[in-house]
């Protein structure tokens, strides 16, 4: 006759090897902002994977807070810098792309009418050594334009806008939606450059600057990804419902600051394999100007899932 104990151990035992998941929800960790406009139809929705899981969309503020999340095993998958995913690679955390959405949403900011051409003196860049940093530089070099054009630093990107919306700063490199909220409290300001059609002039290759990730070998990361594939055709299908949808979901963006800059988040879906070569070429340029960008190394193979 078996003991109470002994029942009780195998029960223990059969649970353990149970998918743990199996009546859990499947969480995508998206940021606040540009970001997780690509995911707005699918906040508050019934969506259910293949196994029966339901999927719930969760915010977060900030990178490290959704890097934290990641690694602490509070969302299944999370949407991060593609930089800042290599960085993850980079320190052994178990990280792979899934998809890569959204390239590019950085732009110089200037007199209006004014190209990169015909701009002088200082530009003021955010995060030296970070990735829009590096891109700017990449570029202006890329240019020839670092004898007339300087690069400053010393405010944070909430700062840099309301500096250039009072007129107190020519110029400088921003991301939307801050680009919209400039442009429209001042009229005097237009943009001189975008940086993603400088980048692909001078790269041949785009801007994959945000990216879906997984971990290795997640069996419905391609499910999620046709699900972040059928929700940026929808958002792109109808800005003004778009807008709307944004707005009511407190993502800090309004109604307005949405509509007018979903034609400048270049929203795009390519799998890792596809978006792979563009991955490349863009670590491989941060890596030379600053290889902590990256995390020290390119990534391996397997953080493409091959």
């Given at each position: 006759m078996m003991h109470k104990g002994s029942r009780l151990i195998l029960l223990l035992l059969a649970a353990s090897i149970m998918p743990v998941f199996a009546d859990s929800a499947y969480r995508v960790g998206v940021l606040r902002g540009p970001t997780a406009v690509a995911f707005a139809p699918l906040f508050d929705s019934s969506i259910e994977l293949a196994?029966?899981?339901?999927?719930?969309?969760?915010?977060?503020?900030?990178?490290?807070?959704?890097?934290?999340a990641y690694i602490g095993g509070e969302v299944d998958s999370a949407t991060l810098p593609s930089n800042a995913a290599a960085q993850l690679s980079g320190r052994g955390v178990e990280v792979e792309v899934a998809a890569t959405f959204v390239w590019g949403v950085l732009y110089l900011v200037g007199p209006a009418g004014t190209g990169l051409g015909e701009?002088?003196?200082?530009?003021?860049?955010?995060?030296?050594?970070?990735?829009?940093?590096?891109?700017?530089?990449?570029?202006?070099?890329?240019?020839?334009?670092?004898?007339?054009?300087r690069v400053e630093y010393g405010y944070a990107q909430v700062e840099l806008a309301q500096l250039l919306i009072a007129g107190r700063v020519d110029a400088g490199v921003?991301?939307?939606?801050?680009?919209?909220?400039?442009?429209?409290?001042?009229?005097?300001?237009?943009?001189v450059a975008d940086l993603q059609e400088r980048f692909q002039a001078h790269a041949d290759s785009g801007v994959p600057q945000t990216v879906l990730v997984v971990r290795p070998g997640d069996p419905v990361a391609s499910e999620i990804t046709d699900l972040l594939r059928d929700s940026v055709a929808d958002v792109l299908a109808d800005p003004d419902r778009t807008a709307e949808?944004?707005?009511?979901?407190?993502?800090?963006l309004d109604e307005a600051t949405a509509r007018s800059s979903l034609p400048r988040l270049n929203l795009r879906v390519e799998t890792a394999h596809e978006s792979r070569p563009a991955l490349e070429r863009y670590f491989g340029i941060l890596y030379e100007f600053e290889p902590a960008s990256v995390g020290g190394q390119l990534p391996p193979v397997g953080f493409y899932g091959e």
């Open positions: 196994d029966g899981r339901p999927v719930e969309i969760a915010a977060y503020p900030d990178p490290p807070s959704l890097i934290a701009l002088r003196g200082p530009v003021h860049s955010i995060g030296r050594g970070a990735s829009p940093d590096i891109l700017l530089r990449y570029i202006l070099d890329s240019e020839g334009a670092t004898e007339r054009i921003l991301p939307e939606p801050f680009v919209t909220r400039v442009l429209r409290e001042n009229h005097d300001l237009g943009i949808l944004v707005a009511g979901l407190g993502l800090g």
